[in-house]
């Protein structure tokens, strides 16, 4: 009896409990159907079969508990995967120097880990956390771009000196170089550096016409 309450309290393993239950049923068992049970009184034998009935009752109980646990999880699970094939479409094919879809792909990420927090690893739960993972990097990347569009788009607005614009376009240009000379290219799509480039030409060109 100590032995099952000791893997109750200490919550071990479902099969631990299993086994203790089993070796006190047995017992009782055993001792009923013996000569036994005329060397140990009734109430005796009633305290060890309620106490086995009271943690066999128990048993059940987490049972019911962790299939209802397993069925909610499995829920989540299946919603956090639909956001997160949303987020991977977006880490594929959007422009990720916008700041609409940064935020979009963001939330849907976000959403899709907090729902698996907690799971075991699994395939699924693993592709989760990794997809949101890589849109983090792209989004620094995309960040970095998307201040240094800003910064041109601002001295244009604002008609600074033509020293200033060429210095922000050059920045434009050097980080843009930088990305698709290293690894850094293999962290945002081509949908991104597309955009980036394209805003870098239009402004060189106004640059270029003010002269």
């Given at each position: ?12 393993s ?20 013996s000569?036994l049970?005329?060397?140990i009184?009734?109430?005796s ?11 066999a009752?128990?048993l ?18 299946a ?5 997160i ?15 609409d ?10 959403a ?7 799971m ?5 739960v ?8 890589q ?9 970095r771009l ?7 788009k601002?001295?244009f ?8 614009k ?16 290293s690894?850094?290219k ?5 949908a991104?550096?597309n ?17």
């Amino acid at each position: 009896m100590n032995n099952i309450k000791s893997a109750f309290d200490e919550d071990l393993s479902r099969e631990h409990k299993e086994t203790v239950l089993g070796y006190l049923n047995e017992s009782l068992s055993e001792i009923v159907h013996s000569s036994l049970k005329n060397n140990i009184n009734k109430a005796s034998l009633n305290a060890a079969n309620s106490f086995l009935h009271e943690y066999a009752n128990k048993l059940t109980g987490e049972t019911v508990k962790s299939e209802e646990s397993n069925k909610e999880n499995n829920e989540q699970l299946a919603i956090a995967i639909e956001e997160i094939r949303i987020v991977a479409d977006y880490l594929d094919n959007k422009d990720l120097t916008n700041r609409d879809n940064r935020e979009y792909a963001l939330a849907f990420a976000s959403a899709a880990v907090e729902r698996v927090r907690g799971m075991e690893s699994s395939e699924n739960v693993d592709f989760i956390n990794g997809t949101a993972n890589q849109l983090r990097k792209a989004i620094d990347i995309a960040d970095r771009l998307n201040v240094e569009m800003n910064n041109i788009k601002s001295a244009f607005d604002e008609d600074l000196s033509r020293e200033h614009k060429e210095t922000v376009l050059g920045y434009l240009n050097g980080s843009l170089s930088e990305i698709v000379h290293s690894s850094l290219k293999n962290d945002i799509n081509k949908a991104s550096l597309n955009a980036a480039n394209n805003f870098l030409h239009e402004y060189a060109n106004k640059l270029a016409s003010e002269m």
